[in-house]
């Protein structure tokens, strides 16, 4: 095994959750040094963006028909990123007042920033790289430059890339950070995509750049700019129609300046240092070898709903769930499989669902699991306790394994959080894990988060849309899954994200506030 995979593993390990100990973490919350939110570059030059409030969208159900594609302007570019990176509202309580944003983040803390290269266009003669501010809503220009490279895309084809800043979520939560940093991705990952229909236009995730090619694109390698760490994620040609995921952007890179303008605002004060999370970041940071793409064409049929953008807007997540109220019906249920059998990852459903259900109508209560992808079953019998039941459900690939009541268990489980057993049902994303390590690389560890964090961005709003609640659950108790529920004995299937869905009590205490005052 080669170091980097070693490196992952003994990770993964280290920062797992048990009733013996949590993962390694301050322990107490540090306030002097709590991390600013909002990145900003100071210098650089602001454009600001139209609010995209009065744009109208399609209704939520028609998510995933072809609609008609939008111009590239200022204007559709301000929608995408407003529906999908932007703040839905700003929340206060308290004395204390705070933003939510339409990706979903563990703690609110949003470790991810995004940026945008652009073709000449917004006045511009020459291409531009942006970093997207969503607290005003504006984009800050940090280089201008000429370049052939468009050439070689489809007309009206743009770059955005996405990186996270770990310190953000390492303040809180120690060690176990970089797990929440790459779902955290994922969610902004899967909004975009979302956002990025309604304008009929086309993510691809490119596979053919290192992420120091990437960190030279957004100018993250220029370490002099910033205090703390930002690293390179993703990077996606925008466009009309689907590319070619190992595109050539030899010509771009070569054409970039060497200085970018604006220097990266000090988030805190002083950090903590993890050691461990450099490292990881440093270990998966390689992608040693491109992966076969399944293009996987993903249509769910809804019931009519809301326009988008109201769903999009609606977005929360929701700390304590009403489970008197959170009783829904067998359809509810499987429109909301059907919003996670899709795949964002490009290869295989890696991620399986294994459900603790609750209080859904039709459905006995008890354990069962959604296989993802078919050709896994048998896969995973084997690995599961032989007395499993393995009861076809009337729903494709869910099969009942137990009957019983695991409302306490759930709770457990999630670090003794009743938001798990008071909904209609919670569940814990199962990959596939070591294997799919040790036939990629490292770099696929992040890759794993990044489909697991997509489908609860997804769950997040279908659950909206169905007038339901979720809430992505980032603690729990790992092998208590993996060894006590599952009966496994090794590290094939990993539980890497869990989340619930019911309907959430409103807090009437805090008061919501509009996002961006301008119009």
């Known amino acids: 095994m080669n170091k980097n995979l070693q490196i992952v593993f003994d990770y993964h390990e280290r920062t797992k959750h048990s009733h013996q100990r949590y993962a390694k973490s301050l322990g107490y919350m540090d306030w002097a040094t709590q991390p600013d939110p909002f990145r900003e570059y100071k210098g650089a030059k602001q454009i600001v963006l139209p609010i995209a409030l009065e744009n109208p969208t399609p209704p939520y159900s028609l998510l995933d028909e072809e609609l008609p594609v939008?111009?590239?302007?200022?204007?559709?570019?301000?929608?995408?990123?407003?529906?999908?990176?932007?703040?839905?509202?700003?929340?206060?309580?308290?004395?204390?007042?705070?933003?939510?944003?339409?990706?979903?983040?563990?703690?609110?803390?949003?470790?991810?920033?995004?940026?945008?290269?652009?073709?000449?266009?917004?006045?511009?003669?020459?291409?531009?790289?942006?970093?997207?501010?969503?607290?005003?809503?504006?984009?800050?220009?940090?280089?201008?430059?000429?370049?052939?490279?468009?050439?070689?895309?489809?007309?009206?084809?743009?770059?955005?890339?996405?990186?996270?800043?770990?310190?953000?979520?390492?303040?809180?939560?120690?060690e176990r950070a970089f797990r929440y940093t790459q779902l955290d991705a994922g969610h902004a990952y899967n909004a975009l995509t979302v956002s990025a229909k309604l304008l009929g236009w086309k993510l691809t995730r490119i596979d053919s750049l290192s992420e120091a090619e990437i960190e030279k694109l957004f100018g993250l390698s220029q370490k002099e700019r910033f205090f703390e760490d930002e690293i390179a994620d993703m990077l996606f040609i925008v466009s009309k129609e689907s590319c070619n995921p190992l595109h050539d952007f030899t010509s771009l890179l070569e054409d970039l300046p060497q200085q970018y303008e604006g220097i990266a605002n000090k988030l805190s004060p002083s950090m903590h240092e993890w050691e461990i999370i450099p490292r990881v970041a440093a270990a998966t940071s390689e992608r040693s070898k491109a992966l076969p793409l399944i293009h996987q064409a993903c249509r769910v049929k809804r019931e009519p709903t809301k326009e988008a953008k109201e769903v999009i807007l609606k977005r929360r997540s929701i700390h304590v769930m009403d489970k008197e109220k959170s009783h829904i019906s067998a359809e509810q249920f499987h429109t909301l499989l059907n919003a996670a059998t899709c795949s964002q990852d490009g290869r295989v459903n890696v991620a399986h669902l294994l459900l603790f259900v609750h209080r859904v109508a039709e459905y006995k209560q008890g354990l069962y699991i959604l296989v993802r992808e078919e050709s896994a079953l048998h896969e995973l019998q084997k690995e599961f306790k032989e007395d499993f039941l393995w009861q076809m459900t009337s729903y494709k690939n869910l099969y009942l394994l137990e009957i019983a009541d695991y409302t306490e268990a759930s709770k457990i489980i999630s670090c003794n959080q009743a938001i798990a057993s008071d909904g209609a049902f919670s569940f814990g994303m199962l990959c596939r894990y070591a294997e799919e390590l040790l036939e990629c690389d490292a770099h696929r560890y992040k890759e794993l988060y990044w489909e697991c964090g997509a489908i609860g961005q997804q769950l997040y709003l279908e659950a909206t849309s169905l007038g339901l609640s979720g809430t992505g659950i980032g603690c729990f108790l790992d092998d208590l899954v993996h060894k006590r529920i599952l009966g496994m004995k090794n590290n094939s299937y990993q539980s890497l994200y869990h989340f619930t869905v019911g309907r959430g009590y409103i807090d009437n205490r805090i008061q919501t506030q509009q996002a961006y005052k301008r119009g």
Not at 86 to 99: D, E, H, L
Not at 119 to 138: D, L, R
Not at 145 to 160: A, G, I, V, Y
């Open 70 to 174: 939008a111009p590239l302007l200022k204007e559709s570019l301000s929608q995408l990123l407003q529906f999908s990176l932007g703040i839905a509202a700003w929340k206060s309580s308290g004395g204390s007042t705070w933003a939510v944003r339409c990706n979903a983040s563990s703690g609110n803390l949003h470790p991810t920033e995004s940026y945008l290269v652009l073709p000449p266009m917004m006045e511009n003669e020459q291409s531009t790289v942006m970093h997207y501010a969503p607290k005003e809503h504006t984009f800050e220009q940090l280089a201008a430059f000429n370049t052939d490279f468009w050439q070689s895309l489809p007309q009206k084809s743009f770059l955005l890339g996405l990186s996270s800043i770990p310190w953000r979520e390492a303040w809180k939560y120690g």
